[in-house]
């Protein structure tokens, strides 16, 4: 499986854009980017996914490099409330079982 | 529209004793799929059914660990014999189709402790 590498934790002030970092160079075409978060005790909860192009919800944007081997998590206006885990996840289309593959993800801190 | 909903949210068990772990889907949702969580760890997928079958179970331990949809009801996780490193939190997760462009919808986790 294609794996993901990003940074064991980040710290960000509040009220400010964060932006968390994926390297998954060996991703393949068919490999759709997913972003999940973890808050604390609680289950993880989606938050955004593209394939190749910039993508924008409620929540977050997705910027997705050019090449594909990299992508960013944006935040606009971190608040205390987005204290989590982030978990970039690769997501093969050619797999039947449509599994989440988990790295350890970032530990977003968000100093008031 | 009630979550994916999971319980008990607590379980302590003692070695070799029996765990059961429910998991009920959101509403409409026909696709559930069962993680483990290590402290500090991200999760490892266990196994993905469908009502009344299991698609993909390549992540569960060969002995043990059971896993069910029935065609009414909860999904069931069911650990025999458990032993002390059974130990973790095990979230369900759902989603309304199978793709890989799909979101999944998880539950709040049961956190399962072996004496």
């Known amino acids: 499986d294609a794996k993901t590498t990003q940074p064991n934790s980040m710290e960000s002030n509040e009220e400010e854009p964060v932006h968390l970092p994926c390297n998954h160079s060996t991703i393949s075409g068919t490999d759709y980017i997913h972003w999940y978060r973890q808050l604390p005790s609680q289950g993880p909860e989606y938050v955004i996914h593209g394939l190749t192009s910039n993508v924008n919800n409620r929540m977050a944007s997705l910027a997705i490099a050019e090449d594909r081997k990299s992508s960013t998590l944006i935040l606009h206006r971190a608040t205390l409330r987005d204290a989590a885990v982030y978990y970039c996840i690769l997501r093969r289309s050619a797999d039947s079982n449509y599994q989440l593959i988990w790295g350890a993800g970032t530990k977003l801190i968000i100093k008031p | 529209n009630a979550g994916v909903m999971q319980n008990p949210r607590h379980l302590v068990r003692r070695r070799g004793q029996e765990a059961r772990l429910r998991c009920s889907p959101m509403?409409?949702?026909?696709?559930v799929y069962w993680y483990r969580q290590l402290p500090e760890e991200g999760l490892k997928f266990m196994v993905y059914l469908q009502k009344e079958n299991i698609i993909d179970e390549s992540g569960m331990p060969k002995e043990r660990f059971s896993a069910e949809f029935p065609k009414e009801g909860p999904s069931i996780l069911r650990i025999q014999q458990v032993v002390r490193g059974d130990s973790a939190a095990y979230f369900c997760a759902s989603s309304p189709r199978a793709g890989y462009y799909n979101e999944q919808f998880f539950g709040p986790g049961t956190r399962l402790t072996v004496l």
């Open positions: 509403k409409g949702h026909s696709h």
